[in-house]
Protein backbone atom coordinates (compact mmCIF):
# COMPACT_ATOMS: atom_id res chain seq x y z
CA UNK A 1 0.00 0.00 0.00
CA UNK A 2 1.49 3.22 -1.26
CA UNK A 3 0.73 6.27 1.43
CA UNK A 4 1.07 9.44 0.13
CA UNK A 5 0.46 12.95 2.23
CA UNK A 6 -2.24 14.89 1.07
CA UNK A 7 -4.99 17.33 1.39
CA UNK A 8 -8.66 16.70 1.99
CA UNK A 9 -11.26 19.13 1.82
CA UNK A 10 -13.61 20.06 4.94
CA UNK A 11 -14.67 23.31 4.60
CA UNK A 12 -18.12 24.92 3.41
CA UNK A 13 -18.83 26.38 -0.02
CA UNK A 14 -16.91 29.77 -0.84
CA UNK A 15 -14.88 28.71 2.39
CA UNK A 16 -12.51 26.16 2.35
CA UNK A 17 -10.52 24.56 4.41
CA UNK A 18 -8.79 21.19 3.96
CA UNK A 19 -7.00 18.58 6.85
CA UNK A 20 -3.17 17.39 5.77
CA UNK A 21 -3.82 13.25 5.73
CA UNK A 22 -2.12 10.41 5.35
CA UNK A 23 -3.91 8.15 2.89
CA UNK A 24 -3.78 5.48 1.06
CA UNK A 25 -2.35 7.09 -2.97
CA UNK A 26 -5.93 5.11 -4.62
CA UNK A 27 -8.33 6.57 -2.34
CA UNK A 28 -10.40 9.69 -3.12
CA UNK A 29 -9.68 13.14 -2.29
CA UNK A 30 -12.43 12.78 0.48
CA UNK A 31 -12.32 9.18 0.91
CA UNK A 32 -10.69 7.08 3.79
CA UNK A 33 -7.53 8.23 5.39
CA UNK A 34 -5.18 6.69 8.08
CA UNK A 35 -4.31 9.78 10.08
CA UNK A 36 -4.89 13.51 10.30
CA UNK A 37 -1.31 15.33 10.63
CA UNK A 38 -2.58 18.88 10.45
CA UNK A 39 -5.08 21.51 9.03
CA UNK A 40 -4.19 24.33 6.24
CA UNK A 41 -6.66 27.28 6.11
CA UNK A 42 -5.81 28.98 2.70
CA UNK A 43 -7.87 32.30 3.98
CA UNK A 44 -5.19 32.58 7.01
CA UNK A 45 -3.64 36.35 7.66
CA UNK A 46 -0.20 34.46 8.45
CA UNK A 47 1.72 31.38 7.26
CA UNK A 48 1.23 30.04 10.97
CA UNK A 49 -2.57 30.95 11.17
CA UNK A 50 -2.76 28.87 7.62
CA UNK A 51 -0.60 25.73 7.61
CA UNK A 52 -0.96 23.82 11.41
CA UNK A 53 1.13 20.72 11.12
CA UNK A 54 2.46 18.35 13.47
CA UNK A 55 5.77 18.03 12.44
CA UNK A 56 7.32 14.98 14.31
CA UNK A 57 4.59 12.93 12.60
CA UNK A 58 5.02 14.65 9.26
CA UNK A 59 8.83 13.62 9.85
CA UNK A 60 8.26 9.42 11.20
CA UNK A 61 5.50 9.26 7.96
CA UNK A 62 7.74 10.39 5.23
CA UNK A 63 10.36 8.28 7.22
CA UNK A 64 8.29 5.29 6.61
CA UNK A 65 7.93 5.87 2.59
CA UNK A 66 5.31 8.37 2.35
CA UNK A 67 5.01 11.17 -0.40
CA UNK A 68 3.10 14.37 0.15
CA UNK A 69 1.54 15.80 -3.09
CA UNK A 70 3.12 18.85 -4.71
CA UNK A 71 1.18 21.39 -2.34
CA UNK A 72 1.59 19.51 0.60
CA UNK A 73 5.51 19.90 -0.38
CA UNK A 74 4.81 23.01 -0.58
CA UNK A 75 3.08 23.84 2.59
CA UNK A 76 5.26 21.71 4.23
CA UNK A 77 8.40 23.50 3.65
CA UNK A 78 6.73 27.03 4.08
CA UNK A 79 6.40 25.47 7.43
CA UNK A 80 9.37 24.18 8.33
CA UNK A 81 8.99 20.79 8.04
CA UNK A 82 9.67 19.34 4.92
CA UNK A 83 13.69 20.67 5.16
CA UNK A 84 14.07 19.93 8.61
CA UNK A 85 13.10 16.06 7.39
CA UNK A 86 16.09 15.94 4.82
CA UNK A 87 13.52 15.03 2.01
CA UNK A 88 15.24 17.26 -0.72
CA UNK A 89 13.34 16.54 -3.87
CA UNK A 90 15.91 15.72 -6.61
Same mark, same amino acid.
Request: proline share 5%; net charge positive.
Given at each position: ? *? !? $?? $?? $?RIGRRKLPLYRIV? *?? =?? *????? $??????? !????KGETIANKVQVDAEKARQWIAKGATP?? !?? =????? =? *?GVFEAAGTAKA
Open positions: M *A !T $RI $RL $RI *AD =QE *APRDG $RFIEIIG !TYNPSD !TV =QSLLK =Q *A
